[in-house]
Protein backbone atom coordinates (compact mmCIF):
# COMPACT_ATOMS: atom_id res chain seq x y z
CA UNK A 1 0.00 0.00 0.00
CA UNK A 2 1.55 3.38 -1.34
CA UNK A 3 4.28 1.21 -2.09
CA UNK A 4 5.71 2.78 -4.90
CA UNK A 5 8.74 0.42 -5.77
CA UNK A 6 6.32 -2.17 -6.17
CA UNK A 7 7.38 -4.95 -9.05
CA UNK A 8 5.90 -6.67 -11.54
CA UNK A 9 3.81 -9.87 -10.47
CA UNK A 10 4.59 -13.12 -12.88
CA UNK A 11 1.18 -13.07 -14.34
CA UNK A 12 2.45 -9.13 -15.47
CA UNK A 13 6.16 -10.48 -16.84
CA UNK A 14 4.20 -12.85 -18.51
CA UNK A 15 2.37 -10.52 -20.73
CA UNK A 16 4.92 -8.33 -21.37
CA UNK A 17 7.32 -10.33 -22.15
CA UNK A 18 5.36 -12.69 -24.57
CA UNK A 19 3.54 -9.46 -25.88
CA UNK A 20 0.52 -11.99 -24.85
CA UNK A 21 -2.98 -11.66 -23.27
CA UNK A 22 -2.56 -13.17 -19.77
CA UNK A 23 -5.59 -13.91 -17.96
CA UNK A 24 -4.97 -14.08 -13.82
CA UNK A 25 -7.61 -15.87 -11.83
CA UNK A 26 -6.93 -16.68 -8.06
CA UNK A 27 -9.15 -20.63 -7.42
CA UNK A 28 -8.64 -23.74 -7.10
CA UNK A 29 -10.83 -25.01 -9.15
CA UNK A 30 -10.74 -24.16 -13.11
CA UNK A 31 -13.40 -26.51 -14.50
CA UNK A 32 -15.98 -24.37 -11.99
CA UNK A 33 -14.69 -20.52 -13.22
CA UNK A 34 -15.22 -21.77 -16.85
CA UNK A 35 -18.65 -23.43 -16.31
CA UNK A 36 -19.65 -20.51 -14.20
CA UNK A 37 -18.37 -18.11 -16.96
CA UNK A 38 -19.97 -20.56 -20.18
CA UNK A 39 -16.51 -20.56 -21.34
CA UNK A 40 -17.17 -21.70 -25.45
CA UNK A 41 -13.93 -20.71 -26.66
CA UNK A 42 -11.95 -23.65 -28.46
CA UNK A 43 -8.74 -22.40 -29.93
CA UNK A 44 -5.78 -23.55 -28.19
CA UNK A 45 -4.79 -22.19 -24.42
CA UNK A 46 -2.19 -22.92 -21.69
CA UNK A 47 -3.22 -23.23 -18.84
CA UNK A 48 -0.16 -22.33 -16.14
CA UNK A 49 -1.58 -23.76 -12.42
CA UNK A 50 0.80 -22.08 -9.81
CA UNK A 51 -0.01 -23.74 -6.48
CA UNK A 52 2.59 -23.67 -3.46
CA UNK A 53 3.05 -27.26 -2.03
CA UNK A 54 0.97 -26.76 0.87
CA UNK A 55 -2.44 -25.83 -0.57
CA UNK A 56 -2.04 -29.02 -3.20
CA UNK A 57 -3.21 -31.26 -0.76
CA UNK A 58 -6.32 -29.42 0.02
CA UNK A 59 -6.87 -28.67 -4.02
CA UNK A 60 -6.32 -32.23 -4.66
CA UNK A 61 -7.49 -34.08 -1.99
CA UNK A 62 -10.50 -34.92 -4.33
CA UNK A 63 -11.87 -34.98 -8.27
CA UNK A 64 -12.02 -31.27 -9.56
CA UNK A 65 -15.82 -30.88 -11.12
CA UNK A 66 -17.91 -27.88 -13.11
CA UNK A 67 -20.07 -27.63 -9.85
CA UNK A 68 -20.22 -23.76 -8.52
CA UNK A 69 -22.74 -22.31 -6.55
CA UNK A 70 -25.63 -20.06 -8.24
CA UNK A 71 -27.85 -17.20 -6.95
CA UNK A 72 -30.85 -17.73 -6.71
CA UNK A 73 -32.11 -13.96 -5.64
CA UNK A 74 -33.62 -11.83 -7.73
CA UNK A 75 -31.99 -8.80 -9.36
CA UNK A 76 -33.26 -6.69 -6.91
CA UNK A 77 -32.05 -8.41 -4.30
CA UNK A 78 -28.74 -8.78 -5.69
CA UNK A 79 -28.42 -5.11 -6.21
CA UNK A 80 -29.35 -4.50 -2.69
CA UNK A 81 -26.83 -6.95 -1.59
CA UNK A 82 -24.29 -6.29 -3.72
CA UNK A 83 -24.12 -2.72 -2.10
CA UNK A 84 -24.84 -3.91 1.41
CA UNK A 85 -21.90 -5.54 0.54
CA UNK A 86 -19.34 -2.17 -0.50
CA UNK A 87 -20.70 -0.82 2.76
CA UNK A 88 -20.36 -3.77 5.27
CA UNK A 89 -17.22 -5.71 3.42
CA UNK A 90 -16.40 -8.69 5.62
CA UNK A 91 -13.02 -8.26 5.42
CA UNK A 92 -12.62 -4.71 5.87
CA UNK A 93 -10.89 -4.57 9.34
CA UNK A 94 -8.62 -7.48 7.76
CA UNK A 95 -7.79 -5.37 4.78
CA UNK A 96 -7.46 -1.94 7.26
CA UNK A 97 -4.94 -3.85 9.32
CA UNK A 98 -3.10 -5.29 6.42
CA UNK A 99 -3.09 -1.50 5.01
CA UNK A 100 -1.68 -0.22 8.24
CA UNK A 101 0.81 -2.97 8.72
CA UNK A 102 2.24 -2.54 5.46
CA UNK A 103 1.89 0.99 4.18
CA UNK A 104 5.12 2.73 3.99
CA UNK A 105 4.08 5.63 6.21
CA UNK A 106 3.26 3.28 9.09
CA UNK A 107 5.08 -0.22 8.53
CA UNK A 108 8.55 1.20 10.92
CA UNK A 109 5.68 2.09 13.55
CA UNK A 110 4.17 -1.64 13.77
CA UNK A 111 7.62 -3.00 13.84
CA UNK A 112 8.59 -0.97 16.29
CA UNK A 113 5.72 -2.11 18.40
CA UNK A 114 5.98 -5.23 17.53
CA UNK A 115 9.77 -6.06 18.16
CA UNK A 116 9.24 -3.77 21.49
CA UNK A 117 6.01 -6.31 22.65
CA UNK A 118 8.94 -9.69 21.54
CA UNK A 119 11.31 -8.20 22.99
CA UNK A 120 9.97 -7.08 26.85
CA UNK A 121 7.26 -9.85 26.51
CA UNK A 122 8.40 -12.83 24.27
CA UNK A 123 5.12 -12.33 22.46
CA UNK A 124 4.57 -12.85 19.29
CA UNK A 125 1.69 -13.60 16.83
CA UNK A 126 -0.19 -16.93 16.70
CA UNK A 127 0.01 -17.21 13.68
CA UNK A 128 3.87 -16.81 13.04
CA UNK A 129 4.68 -19.39 15.87
CA UNK A 130 8.25 -20.55 14.42
CA UNK A 131 10.33 -17.91 14.36
CA UNK A 132 14.67 -17.07 14.29
CA UNK A 133 16.33 -14.02 16.15
CA UNK A 134 19.29 -14.12 14.78
CA UNK A 135 20.99 -11.02 14.72
CA UNK A 136 20.23 -8.90 11.50
CA UNK A 137 18.34 -11.90 10.12
CA UNK A 138 15.33 -12.36 11.56
CA UNK A 139 12.57 -15.60 10.11
CA UNK A 140 9.11 -16.04 10.92
CA UNK A 141 7.00 -18.80 9.32
CA UNK A 142 3.16 -18.88 9.05
CA UNK A 143 1.46 -21.54 11.34
CA UNK A 144 -0.24 -23.59 8.62
CA UNK A 145 3.69 -24.68 7.28
CA UNK A 146 4.27 -26.09 11.16
CA UNK A 147 1.11 -27.14 12.44
CA UNK A 148 -0.14 -31.31 11.72
CA UNK A 149 -2.64 -30.34 9.76
CA UNK A 150 -2.06 -31.53 5.97
CA UNK A 151 -0.46 -27.80 4.81
CA UNK A 152 2.42 -28.47 6.93
CA UNK A 153 5.79 -29.11 6.73
CA UNK A 154 5.40 -31.91 9.24
CA UNK A 155 2.71 -34.08 8.02
CA UNK A 156 3.25 -37.22 6.18
CA UNK A 157 1.15 -38.17 2.87
CA UNK A 158 0.77 -41.48 2.84
CA UNK A 159 1.58 -43.15 -0.72
CA UNK A 160 -2.15 -43.50 -1.45
CA UNK A 161 -2.87 -39.87 -0.71
CA UNK A 162 -0.25 -38.96 -3.03
CA UNK A 163 -1.68 -41.22 -5.93
CA UNK A 164 -4.46 -39.85 -5.46
CA UNK A 165 -3.65 -36.15 -5.11
CA UNK A 166 -1.93 -37.35 -8.70
CA UNK A 167 -4.43 -39.26 -10.05
CA UNK A 168 -6.78 -36.14 -9.79
CA UNK A 169 -4.55 -33.28 -11.52
CA UNK A 170 -4.16 -36.01 -14.23
CA UNK A 171 -7.93 -35.93 -14.22
CA UNK A 172 -7.95 -32.36 -14.18
CA UNK A 173 -5.58 -32.08 -16.96
CA UNK A 174 -7.71 -34.76 -19.19
CA UNK A 175 -10.86 -32.99 -18.58
CA UNK A 176 -9.61 -29.27 -19.40
CA UNK A 177 -7.84 -31.06 -22.92
CA UNK A 178 -11.01 -32.60 -24.11
CA UNK A 179 -13.59 -29.94 -23.24
CA UNK A 180 -11.81 -26.62 -23.85
CA UNK A 181 -8.89 -27.91 -25.91
CA UNK A 182 -6.82 -25.79 -22.96
CA UNK A 183 -2.89 -27.24 -21.83
CA UNK A 184 -2.47 -28.00 -18.47
CA UNK A 185 0.42 -27.03 -17.12
CA UNK A 186 1.58 -27.49 -13.43
CA UNK A 187 3.85 -25.03 -11.58
CA UNK A 188 4.35 -26.39 -7.95
CA UNK A 189 6.18 -24.37 -5.69
CA UNK A 190 8.00 -24.97 -2.61
CA UNK A 191 6.85 -23.80 0.67
CA UNK A 192 9.30 -20.59 2.83
CA UNK A 193 9.40 -23.44 5.21
CA UNK A 194 10.57 -26.24 3.09
CA UNK A 195 14.00 -24.04 2.12
CA UNK A 196 14.75 -22.30 4.65
CA UNK A 197 13.35 -24.28 7.92
CA UNK A 198 17.26 -25.05 8.80
CA UNK A 199 17.41 -21.49 9.85
CA UNK A 200 16.04 -22.85 13.60
CA UNK A 201 16.09 -26.35 13.52
CA UNK A 202 17.27 -29.51 11.31
CA UNK A 203 13.82 -31.04 11.33
CA UNK A 204 13.68 -33.50 8.35
CA UNK A 205 11.43 -32.85 4.85
CA UNK A 206 9.04 -35.18 4.06
CA UNK A 207 9.88 -34.89 0.44
CA UNK A 208 6.49 -33.84 -0.55
CA UNK A 209 7.16 -32.31 -4.04
CA UNK A 210 10.24 -35.07 -5.06
CA UNK A 211 7.47 -37.34 -4.59
CA UNK A 212 4.72 -35.07 -6.67
CA UNK A 213 6.86 -34.84 -9.40
CA UNK A 214 7.62 -38.61 -9.95
CA UNK A 215 3.23 -39.31 -9.39
CA UNK A 216 3.09 -36.41 -12.03
CA UNK A 217 5.87 -37.73 -14.52
CA UNK A 218 4.76 -41.68 -14.32
CA UNK A 219 0.79 -40.06 -15.60
CA UNK A 220 2.09 -38.29 -18.52
CA UNK A 221 1.21 -34.70 -16.31
CA UNK A 222 3.22 -31.45 -17.74
CA UNK A 223 4.73 -29.78 -14.64
CA UNK A 224 7.67 -27.31 -14.08
CA UNK A 225 9.98 -28.59 -11.77
CA UNK A 226 11.84 -25.71 -9.63
CA UNK A 227 12.34 -27.08 -6.35
CA UNK A 228 15.99 -28.33 -7.06
CA UNK A 229 16.44 -24.90 -8.50
CA UNK A 230 15.27 -22.85 -4.97
CA UNK A 231 16.98 -25.12 -3.10
CA UNK A 232 20.47 -24.82 -4.23
CA UNK A 233 20.14 -20.98 -5.09
CA UNK A 234 22.86 -18.76 -3.55
CA UNK A 235 20.62 -15.86 -2.24
CA UNK A 236 17.06 -16.16 0.23
CA UNK A 237 14.04 -16.35 -2.55
CA UNK A 238 11.56 -15.62 0.16
CA UNK A 239 11.08 -12.60 2.27
CA UNK A 240 12.31 -13.35 6.01
CA UNK A 241 8.96 -11.85 7.56
CA UNK A 242 6.73 -12.61 4.85
CA UNK A 243 5.54 -15.83 3.61
CA UNK A 244 5.83 -15.01 -0.23
CA UNK A 245 9.07 -14.78 -2.56
CA UNK A 246 10.52 -11.72 -3.35
CA UNK A 247 11.95 -10.24 -6.47
CA UNK A 248 14.81 -12.85 -7.40
CA UNK A 249 12.14 -15.95 -6.19
CA UNK A 250 9.98 -14.49 -9.02
CA UNK A 251 12.64 -13.95 -11.41
CA UNK A 252 14.09 -17.77 -11.55
CA UNK A 253 10.06 -18.88 -11.15
CA UNK A 254 9.95 -16.62 -14.64
CA UNK A 255 13.51 -17.45 -16.20
CA UNK A 256 12.58 -21.47 -15.55
CA UNK A 257 8.96 -21.21 -17.24
CA UNK A 258 10.04 -19.10 -20.29
CA UNK A 259 12.77 -21.87 -20.68
CA UNK A 260 9.94 -24.34 -20.86
CA UNK A 261 8.01 -22.69 -23.23
CA UNK A 262 11.44 -22.23 -25.38
CA UNK A 263 12.21 -25.57 -25.26
CA UNK A 264 8.35 -26.97 -26.30
CA UNK A 265 8.19 -27.12 -29.86
CA UNK A 266 4.45 -26.29 -30.28
CA UNK A 267 4.49 -23.23 -27.88
CA UNK A 268 8.12 -22.29 -29.59
CA UNK A 269 6.00 -21.55 -32.71
CA UNK A 270 2.86 -20.44 -31.25
CA UNK A 271 3.62 -18.00 -28.25
CA UNK A 272 6.90 -16.49 -29.31
CA UNK A 273 7.88 -13.72 -31.20
CA UNK A 274 11.20 -13.87 -33.03
CA UNK A 275 12.76 -11.33 -30.51
CA UNK A 276 12.25 -13.79 -27.34
CA UNK A 277 13.85 -16.37 -29.61
CA UNK A 278 16.87 -14.27 -30.61
Known sequence: FFDFSRHKQFPERLADTLDLKVHFHHGDYPLAVFAQNNYQNREPKVLLYERVERYIPMAFENINTPDYETDSRSEFRKAVGNIKDKIFYQRTEELLDAMLKRSIFTTDIYSFISTLKFDLFHYISPLTPVYGTEKDEPWVFYHDQTNGEKTSFYYHHSENEMNAYCDHMADLARKLKEEYNIRLIYLPLPAKYTLYHNFVNNDKYSQFLPKLYKGLR????????????????????????????????????????????????VMRKSIFRSSINN
Open 218 to 265: NRGVEFIEVYEDFKNADEILFYRTDSHWNEKGIQLVFDKTLKYFRNDS
